[in-house]
């Protein structure tokens, strides 16, 4: 399972039975959640049950998997309970969802009339239209959006120029999103979530944008009613399913406006400005799919890495004039950071953006052509923990960008490729003006006796969510609760039985 999916998966655990019945009435939503958030062996255990008459028994699964892959079948199927692709009771035996079970099996034998793969425009394709051009495009939307995040710490240089950055509706959504935040004199300051969202591939920063879509239609529907947020093209039940739709797209098509839902057509300015989907200004009955929606649900990234991304920033005039997009138009910038174990660090880039993300917990000293060098210190980290930028992420940014020398040696000697002298100290930096790590989650305590703790503990931790148990105490402390509580219903109505 993609590493960019928690997210998504995160917003998809918190929805309600009755909304994933919607969902899946649509084939190409049911298809995209197959194919992106489930692990191999859910897949297997799905396309095994998929077109069995009755419910498989769970003892008949344990002789199908190794009894040492116990931790993997238990957290599959929590995770196909928790996406209500399997029923979610106390039975003895899985099956899968009637609307999930049905949209599957469109989607592998065809047909069907629901259109949920889109419809493609018989209207010709005008010739400037093609892949390189909607690359291009969709670049340029996405540039703006890496330079209003990325110029809210103060910075500012010459790759801005070209650009008026995002619409206002997408810098309105940002700051909802805290992704930025406002400061007095009418400024805005980067936040933590902002500096997370520099780190993320293309593909996740799109994801990161739509649930932000997502959850202010929702706050919409709370403080209008749903009546009205229908009425505004604000459902994010459909919201959702539209999304999954446009990552079954085939890229440089054009499809037929028409053929989409009043609300749907209505979603098409938000997702230009996003740059996920082009309307030719001429013919507003067509819309092309660009990378950024096709690959919504695919394992690989958009149009290139991040790192990759803010060189592309910096030079967007030069990138729109000379061709293709890809991901290795500016990969000469992709792992260029030389760390040493004196905390100096050296950085082979030229871009402005870039330049102002390393600014943020660097203290630079020189610039020259295509280099820049300056040191770690106490008060450079110390600055970003109070912008909200924590240890983690500064040491994943580096390691992440670490220079492709690095990362042979350490594959090599089998070592860190940081040194870790300087990992602990800037964790220790950290440290210095935090001394307690906060983590939400739910206290299970006073079980009836030492068994009931044990087994359901064990379950908690067999599927990943605990995050602090205590066996002398009898208690334990778990960052999800709706498993969990399925298990407990399941434990109590055996034990009635008995």
Known sequence: MSTNANSLSEYLEQLPGTTFRRLYQQPS??????RRMLPNLAKTIVMAILYMPEPFLLTDLEIWIKASAKREKDQAISILRSFHIVQRDASPAIALTPNFRNSMRLVLEGGGDTNSFGVPSKEPVPADINLAFLDRYAQKKWDDILHFVVNSVGFSGSGD?????????????????????????????ITQAGFTFLLQEANAQVWTLLLL?????????????????LREGLDSVDMLAFFFLLASLELGRAYNTNALTEARRNMLPNLVDFGLVYVPPANARQFFPTRLATTLTSSETTLRSVSAGFAAAGNMTSAAEGGGVGSGDAGGDKSAIILETNFRLYAY?????????LALFVDLKYRFRGLVSGVLTRASIRRAVDMGITSDQIVSYLATHAHEQ??????????????????????????????MLATSGFLFRDFDDYKEYNEICNFADDIGVVAWRNDRKGMFFASKVDQIKDFMRTRKKANESK
């Open 29 to 34: 939503t049911a298809f995209a959640i197959f």
């Open 213 to 229: 879509w997502l959850e202010s239609a929702d706050a919409v529907a709370s403080a209008k009613g749903t009546d009205e947020a």
């Open 349 to 357: 880039v030229s871009s402005p953006l870039q330049i102002a993300v």
């Open 161 to 189: 120029r070209s650009s008026n950055g995002p619409k206002q509706s997408v810098k309105d959504l940002m700051i909802r999103g805290h992704l930025v935040e406002r400061r007095g004199g009418g400024g805005i300051n």
């Open 406 to 435: 690095m990362q042979r040696v350490a594959a090599s000697t089998q070592r860190p490729v940081l040194p870790p002298v300087v990992v602990d100290q800037i964790r220790l930096w950290q440290l210095d003006t935090e001394r």
